[in-house]
């Protein structure tokens, strides 16, 4: 089986369509960590004592030593929609893997912009993403001319920092070494925005409120600025909390599901490149309308059309 196969059908025209690219272009997008070597492919469906099957994306350091503490305290017959809830309760991303829904099931996405070739030189992003999804989005943003500043305090650097995924996500941006949480470095933040066209982050939800950094409170600094936010869930989801990569999104989305009773994991983490391409046309339609605004665009949402194919 190939690697495309492994995907769900039709992602890579999906993915071509979302980011204006041919398809050679969005295979090149799709599959980006495992032509560079950054990682492997994602961690295969894990059984749950009790029954049910989990996503485990515990990359980071200390995540899989915090797991298996965390196992220690629940019973020993849990399923896995509560090892994933008491997972999310530590921050930890695992997260069950569900059926694929009925189509009836599925909500209305509002359209997803597939962008018109163009330069956007003159435009400057403050870009406050990590990882794949969003660096993807402001790289794209990047190739077509715009200034795009990340925001990556030495606190707390991007994951992929020093793998050839970072450089290859990042090129073309310049880095603002800012802690938000310092009032002067702060003041520099809020100076950049001041002379910002677009400002996009992938936090979970509650992060851009805690730092006080929403729309409205943006809009204040700067009457003309544009927001996009790429949480992995929706407003109104029951997961809108939780923490997880592409993978998780895959699980819960029920795009993993074989129709038997069994779970795959894909070949990658393709939510994150779709939903990096959704991003990128998403800032694009927003910037040619020339008003201020926000737009949310959640990994989940990005998956739905491959759910009705």
Same mark, same amino acid.
Request: hydrophobic share 40%; charged share 25%; glycine share 10%.
């Given at each position: 089986?190939?690697?495309?196969?492994?995907?769900?059908?039709?992602?890579?025209?999906?993915?071509?369509?979302?980011?204006?690219?041919?398809?050679?272009?969005?295979?090149?997008?799709?599959?980006?960590?495992?032509?560079?070597?950054?990682?492997?492919?994602?961690?295969?469906?894990?059984?749950?004592?009790?029954? $049910?099957?989990?996503?485990?994306?515990?990359?980071?350091?200390?995540? =899989?030593?915090?797991? *298996? &503490? %965390? +196992? /220690?305290?629940?019973?020993?017959?849990?399923?896995?929609?509560?090892?994933?809830?008491?997972?999310?309760?530590?921050?930890?991303?695992?997260?069950?893997?569900?059926?694929?829904?009925?189509?009836?099931?599925?909500?209305?996405?509002?359209?997803?912009?597939?962008?018109?070739?163009?330069?956007?030189? $003159?435009?400057?992003?403050?870009?406050?993403?990590?990882?794949?999804? =969003?660096?993807?989005? *402001? &790289? %794209? +943003? /990047?190739?077509?001319?715009?200034?795009?500043?990340?925001?990556?305090?030495?606190?707390?650097?991007?994951?992929?920092?020093?793998?050839?995924?970072?450089?290859?996500?990042?090129?073309?941006?310049?880095?603002?070494?800012?802690?938000?949480?310092?009032?002067?470095?702060?003041?520099?933040?809020?100076?950049?925005?001041?002379?910002?066209?677009?400002?996009?982050?992938?936090?979970?939800?509650?992060?851009?409120?805690? +730092?006080?950094?929403?729309?409205?409170?943006?809009?204040?600094?700067?009457?003309?600025?544009?927001?996009?936010?790429?949480?992995?869930?929706?407003?109104?989801?029951?997961?809108?909390?939780?923490?997880?990569?592409?993978?998780?999104?895959?699980?819960?989305?029920?795009?993993?599901?074989?129709?038997?009773?069994?779970?795959?994991?894909?070949?990658?983490?393709?939510?994150?490149?779709?939903?990096?391409?959704?991003?990128?046309?998403?800032?694009?339609?927003?910037?040619?309308?020339?008003?201020?605004?926000?737009?949310?665009?959640?990994?989940?949402?990005?998956?739905?059309?491959?759910?009705?194919?």
């Amino acid at each position: 089986m190939t690697r495309l196969e492994r995907l769900p059908a039709g992602t890579l025209e999906y993915a071509a369509r979302l980011g204006g690219l041919s398809e050679d272009e969005a295979e090149r997008e799709l599959f980006l960590p495992l032509d560079l070597g950054a990682w492997g492919p994602p961690v295969e469906p894990r059984p749950a004592p009790g029954g $049910g099957w989990l996503c485990c994306e515990l990359g980071a350091p200390g995540d =899989g030593d915090a797991f *298996t &503490r %965390l +196992l /220690a305290t629940l019973p020993p017959d849990a399923d896995a929609p509560t090892i994933a809830a008491a997972a999310q309760q530590w921050r930890l991303p695992v997260n069950e893997y569900r059926p694929r829904p009925d189509p009836s099931e599925l909500a209305t996405v509002g359209c997803i912009y597939a962008p018109q070739r163009g330069e956007f030189a $003159g435009v400057r992003v403050v870009d406050m993403t990590v990882m794949w999804a =969003g660096p993807l989005a *402001t &790289r %794209l +943003l /990047a190739d077509r001319g715009a200034e795009v500043i990340k925001v990556e305090p030495g606190c707390r650097m991007d994951g992929t920092r020093g793998t050839d995924m970072f450089d290859a996500l990042n090129a073309g941006k310049t880095r603002a070494d800012l802690d938000l949480r310092d009032a002067g470095q702060r003041a520099e933040f809020m100076a950049l925005v001041r002379d910002a066209d677009v400002v996009i982050d992938n936090f979970s939800p509650r992060v851009m409120p805690n +730092l006080g950094l929403t729309h409205d409170e943006l809009l204040a600094v700067n009457p003309r600025i544009t927001t996009v936010s790429m949480p992995a869930f929706p407003a109104g989801s029951p997961w809108r909390d939780r923490v997880s990569y592409g993978v998780g999104v895959h699980a819960l989305s029920g795009l993993g599901d074989n129709g038997d009773g069994t779970f795959s994991e894909p070949a990658v983490a393709y939510p994150d490149p779709l939903a990096g391409l959704a991003a990128f046309a998403t800032v694009i339609d927003l910037l040619e309308r020339g008003e201020p605004a926000h737009a949310e665009v959640a990994m989940l949402d990005v998956l739905q059309p491959l759910l009705e194919v």
